[in-house]
């Protein structure tokens, strides 16, 4: 019995190939040029702002890298302030992936630092530790670590159960929720709190005992060797969640349709609740590392510094890549730390007074110029599937 097959010939392969691989480029243009478009529009606009600021943009480059990358203690400072940033990142890829924006994160982090100051204030502080458990430095670490994982993720699910279980938007929920972390923050560290040193007007704990502070690098004070490790070991598990595991595919597919995706057997309400309570205990870690390290060991009235935030604004960035966050992240933290040496250099050398949320500014610019050329993108040159050739009827295999 014949069959008829519609696969080229050996002799229309090159070609047809050929066809199949420039469509695909075709296809794969507008994605490649859209951020680039984005990114050049938006140092323009950043000229301009400057320039309205009576800013020379080349002196404010000269002084954001002299604040972040010019010296060895520099990038060290600017490793130690861009782990924290992605990992909170990493955490942010898989609830945005699931479609959740999960605002709340910036409570997250200051929950984790809370959690891990209770557990030093349990464990080190103590002078009985419960159970008459003597821990080791090492001890005391993990222990922080978890207590602030636990309490980020538990502040996370909130979240997910007012939108899952009440209906609740999660970005209403978590705008509320970041109010309540911080003004219990606030409760435990000023005006006569329970963590405030008695007689201190300082809004923040008392330093934290040598047992309970992250080791330090020999050279520079301000990284932990600790931090880098944790944050690779994190890239790693989002990276195998999101390109290997089955449940970065049903994250992915609910975050296209989540009805769709509900009819095909996920279960996106389990999902949205995992999704959140794990970016969440990553955000509660980098809340404690935020704490914990070698130059802060102390509950401050804002442990997050605002980071949450500026991982909102990588995640949209990366268009949640999470082989793009690293990069992404790495190019924030060397705006904030040299934003901080572009506002004093302008101040003391040239007696220009910089608004302090301009660094902020510029970097929500650069987002909203990427994501405005995607727009673009996806209006004038929306992706299509590549389909294959029709063949002719004289290349039509008869077999």
């Not at 938006?42 to 600021?53: C, E, P, R, S, T």
């Not at 880098?228 to 994190?234: D, F, Q, R, S």
């Not at 990553?282 to 509950?299: C, I, N, Q």
Request: net charge positive; with cysteine.
């Amino acid at each position: 019995m014949q069959q008829t097959s519609k696969q080229p010939t050996s002799s229309a392969w090159p070609q047809w190939s050929l066809q199949m691989l420039w469509r695909s480029f075709l296809d794969m243009l507008p994605a490649m040029l859209a951020p680039l478009v984005g990114v050049v529009v938006a140092f323009g606009i950043i000229i301009l702002i400057l320039k309205w600021q009576g800013a020379d943009a080349q002196v404010a480059w000269d002084y954001v890298y002299e604040g972040s990358l010019a010296t060895a203690a520099k990038r060290a400072d600017l490793v130690a302030f861009w782990m924290p940033l992605a990992l909170t990142s990493l955490g942010l890829v898989l609830t945005f992936t699931a479609g959740l924006w999960n605002i709340g994160v910036e409570g997250q982090i200051v929950m984790g630092a809370i959690g891990a100051t209770w557990a030093i204030r349990l464990f080190a502080e103590s002078k009985a530790p419960p159970l008459g458990l003597e821990m080791g430095r090492t001890g005391i670490l993990i222990t922080s670590f978890i207590f602030a994982a636990i309490a980020g993720a538990l502040w996370a699910t909130v979240a997910a159960v007012l939108k899952t279980r009440g209906g609740v938007n999660e970005i209403f929920g978590g705008v509320a929720l970041n109010f309540i972390a911080q003004t219990f923050n606030m409760y435990l560290v000023s005006n006569g709190g329970p963590w405030q040193p008695a007689g201190s007007r300082a809004t923040e704990t008392a330093r934290f005992p040598k047992i309970a502070r992250l080791p330090a690098m020999e050279n520079y004070r301000r990284l932990s060797p600790t931090t880098i490790y944790m944050t690779l070991a994190a890239f790693v598990v989002v990276v195998v969640i999101m390109y290997i595991s089955r449940w970065g595919l049903q994250l992915r597919a609910q975050g296209k349709n989540e009805k769709s995706a509900f009819l095909l057997g996920v279960h996106t309400q389990r999902n949205a609740i995992a999704a959140m309570a794990v970016c969440g205990g990553m955000a509660g870690v980098a809340g404690a590392f935020r704490v914990m390290a070698p130059d802060v060991v102390k509950l401050t009235a804002t442990p997050s510094g605002g980071i949450g935030f500026q991982a909102i604004l990588v995640v949209l960035l990366a268009a949640t890549s999470v082989l793009l966050v690293p990069f992404v992240s790495f190019a924030f933290a060397v705006l904030s730390k040299g934003g901080q040496r572009m506002e004093s250099g302008f101040q003391w050398d040239f007696d220009i007074t910089l608004d302090r949320s301009l660094v902020r500014v510029l970097q929500s610019t650069v987002v909203l110029m990427v994501v405005l050329a995607f727009g673009v993108r996806n209006r004038f040159f929306p992706p299509r599937s590549v389909q294959p050739i029709p063949d002719d009827e004289e290349e039509i295999d008869r077999t």
